[in-house]
């Protein structure tokens, strides 16, 4: 007595391996142009370069100064300073997928896939792997470098083990959130230096001027860089610019409602990043 096959369970089967071949592919690409090497590199030098300088330094002799490593908000501060670069992973995403249109070789992953939607969706999964690896290595060396200057200047650190682990962790995941904000820009602009001056010249530089105008800073808390204040507790940004300015500054988000409106960001991101270039020419 044979057995029938069913035809949608052998059609999801069919669709499933077609996506992990899609993965498996984007990753052999990945590794191939060492994306993942500058990508690891600039995770320890915006984590652990960042963080160890301040640390060293000494973040009660900046200006304006800031607390001292010796105590809890000051050990928190100069970790979830780092989310300030979160550009950078944002950048890695971008160059990444607009790369790919300047050499045309997304032509060539088009016609062995004509279905763009699923291509766009492997690249996607990939470049949130990459930007989570990103995360947990900048926050690791963040902790490290952290460590290591309490060490050197013989300072106790107070802050403790389970708040620092949860603040790691949510840079972390922020990181693979901003990648993926790239990972579209870079999709919907095709181009390199277009996507590297919206990336930088949002993330580094409008939202910031947003905080100095009256009004129009409410909207700051829901903007991924207030988001990601929030949800790493990293408030002295708009603290300071708003006693330096006399502007009222805005108020951030609980670190749940945060974490829902990053999430949020990365699933619009996401979703106009796989279907709205399935009409477009390559050209």
């Not at 990103?134 to 290591?148: E, H, M, N, Q």
């Not at 309490?150 to 922020?174: E, H, N, Q, Y």
């Not at 829902?260 to 619009?268: E, G, Q, R």
Request: positive net charge.
């Amino acid at each position: 007595m044979s057995t029938l096959t069913n035809p949608t369970a052998a059609s999801h089967r069919t669709r499933q391996r077609s996506s992990l071949r899609l993965i498996r592919g984007e990753l052999i690409r990945l590794t191939a142009v060492r994306m993942h090497r500058w990508a690891a590199l600039a995770a320890v030098v915006c984590g652990g370069g960042l963080t160890g300088l301040l640390s060293v330094i000494g973040p009660e002799n900046a200006t304006p100064p800031m607390p001292g490593i010796d105590t809890a908000e000051g050990a928190a501060l100069v970790v979830g300073i780092t989310g300030v670069l979160l550009f950078v992973p944002a950048l890695i995403g971008a160059i990444g997928v607009a790369g790919e249109y300047r050499h045309r070789t997304i032509a060539t992953t088009f016609l062995a896939e004509p279905r763009r939607g699923r291509v766009l969706t492997a690249k996607l999964i990939v470049y949130a792997g990459l930007g989570l690896v990103y995360g947990v290595i900048a926050s690791l060396t963040s902790a490290i470098a952290l460590l290591a200057a309490a060490l050197v200047r013989g300072v106790d650190l107070t802050i403790p083990a389970a708040d620092l682990s949860t603040l790691l962790i949510r840079l972390a995941v922020a990181a693979a959130v901003y990648t993926v904000l790239g990972v579209a820009i870079g999709a919907l602009t095709r181009n390199q230096l277009v996507a590297v001056g919206i990336v930088v010249g949002y993330f580094y530089f409008l939202e910031y001027i947003l905080l100095v105008v009256p009004g129009i800073n409410t909207i700051y808390p829901y903007l991924p860089g207030g988001a990601t204040a929030a949800l790493t507790d990293f408030s002295f940004i708009t603290s300071t610019i708003a006693e330096q300015t006399a502007t009222p500054g805005p108020g951030l988000l609980p670190p749940a409602a945060a974490a829902a409106v990053l999430l949020a960001y990365a699933a619009i991101a996401a979703a106009t990043a796989a279907l709205l270039p399935l009409r477009r020419d390559l050209t």
